[in-house]
């Protein structure tokens, strides 16, 4: 679980995660940056291909969510969901899966608390299946991340 350690980029976004978090040390995968307005440029002279979306945010603003990765290496998606009276995440094989909050608040596995942009990332040994209640605020809104993997691919925290 990242909170507090998002770090902000040249494109004056926030990188939430990427693969590698060091380009130096080895090929680059993919990373997720936020956009703090909806309308910030969009960021597509980055290399790789886009797959972007609009994360509304408690002061009723909306953050643009925008992944790029490395077409012969992963695919992505995203889909921002209202966490209601919650959902289950299900995680493939060869998937990394990225869960960002956009609005209120959301429990994951009933104990680990997600504010506002707190992101949380399972790969690898990670959990397969889980579960996102609400927080304090049943209006809470989330973006879940899936990176698939046309073969191995991670993320080094």
Same mark, same amino acid.
């Given at each position: 679980?990242?909170?507090?350690?998002?770090?902000?980029?040249?494109?004056?976004?926030?990188?939430?995660?990427?693969?590698?978090?060091?380009?130096?040390?080895?090929?680059?995968?993919?990373?997720?940056?936020?956009?703090?307005?909806?309308?910030?440029?969009?960021?597509?002279?980055?290399?790789?291909?886009?797959?972007?979306?609009?994360?509304?945010? %408690?002061? =009723? *603003? #909306?953050?643009?969510?925008?992944? &790029?990765?490395?077409?012969? $290496?992963?695919?992505?998606?995203?889909?921002?969901?209202?966490?209601?009276?919650?959902?289950?995440?299900?995680?493939?094989?060869?998937?990394?899966?990225?869960?960002?909050? %956009?609005? =209120? *608040? #959301?429990?994951?596995?009933?104990? &680990?608390?997600?504010?506002? $942009?707190?992101?949380?990332?399972?790969?690898?040994?990670?959990?397969?299946?889980?579960?996102?209640?609400?927080?304090?605020?049943?209006?809470?809104?989330?973006?879940?991340?899936?990176?698939?993997?046309?073969?191995?691919?991670?993320?080094?925290?």
């Amino acid at each position: 679980m990242r909170a507090g350690s998002h770090r902000e980029v040249a494109d004056g976004a926030l990188e939430v995660a990427a693969s590698p978090d060091t380009p130096r040390r080895e090929r680059w995968q993919w990373d997720i940056r936020v956009f703090e307005a909806a309308t910030a440029p969009n960021g597509s002279q980055r290399q790789g291909v886009p797959v972007s979306a609009n994360l509304g945010r %408690g002061d =009723g *603003s #909306a953050s643009r969510i925008e992944v &790029h990765a490395d077409a012969a $290496l992963v695919r992505p998606e995203i889909q921002v969901r209202s966490v209601g009276t919650g959902f289950d995440v299900e995680r493939e094989l060869q998937e990394v899966v990225a869960v960002i909050v %956009g609005s =209120g *608040s #959301a429990l994951a596995e009933g104990r &680990h608390r997600l504010r506002e $942009l707190d992101a949380l990332i399972l790969e690898g040994d990670d959990p397969y299946f889980l579960r996102i209640e609400p927080g304090s605020d049943i209006d809470a809104t989330v973006a879940v991340i899936r990176l698939k993997g046309t073969g191995s691919i991670g993320w080094v925290p």
